[in-house]
């Protein structure tokens, strides 16, 4: 999955952030049950999909493919069902780009973000994150 977001460029951009030391921290991450994909098959191939890491009651996505329209769309789309039945509160989509704009993102001021992500992280009554898939 995270070698699909690192191959599909993106308009305006040359390269990737994602080297293979930072693959190496996310397949880490992953094992330890922090990092977790949604991702989007169609006939048996990899279609879109989406990762990032999870963390109390918040949930950082860090990066986001598609092959065929719609594709991320329906990644995310599983993501905040999943993120809202186990009680998660902040969806943190990073950059605020038109795609994530289009999806119902929303910048916020610094404040208010580290206000609900101080409430998202607060140990609670929510399962544990290696719970989320």
Same mark, same amino acid.
């Given at each position: ?19 293979? $030391?930072?693959r190496e921290a996310y397949v880490? *991450? ?6 977790? #994909? %949604? $991702?989007?098959?169609? $006939? &048996?191939? !990899?279609?879109? &999909? !989406?990762?990032? %890491? ?8 860090e990066s986001m493919f598609s !092959?065929?329209? $719609?594709? #991320?769309?329906? @990644?995310?789309?599983? +993501? ?5 039945e186990r009680g998660f509160t902040? *969806?943190? &989509? ?5 795609? +994530? ?5 929303? @910048? %916020? ?18 399962? &544990?994150? #290696?719970?989320?898939?």
């Amino acid at each position: 999955m995270i070698g699909h977001c690192s191959r599909v460029p993106r308009p305006g951009q040359d390269g990737t952030w994602i080297t293979a $030391e930072m693959r190496e921290a996310y397949v880490a *991450l992953h094992r330890a049950g922090h990092a977790h #994909s %949604v $991702e989007a098959w169609r $006939e &048996g191939e !990899l279609r879109g &999909g !989406l990762y990032g %890491v999870a963390l109390g009651g918040a949930f950082f996505g860090e990066s986001m493919f598609s !092959l065929e329209p $719609e594709a #991320s769309r329906a @990644t995310l789309a599983a +993501l905040d069902q999943r993120l809202v039945e186990r009680g998660f509160t902040l *969806l943190d &989509g990073q950059l605020p780009h038109e795609g +994530l704009m289009g999806y119902g993102f929303r @910048t %916020v001021a610094r404040n208010l973000f580290l206000a609900e992500l101080e409430e998202a992280i607060r140990p609670g009554d929510r399962p &544990g994150t #290696s719970s989320l898939f």
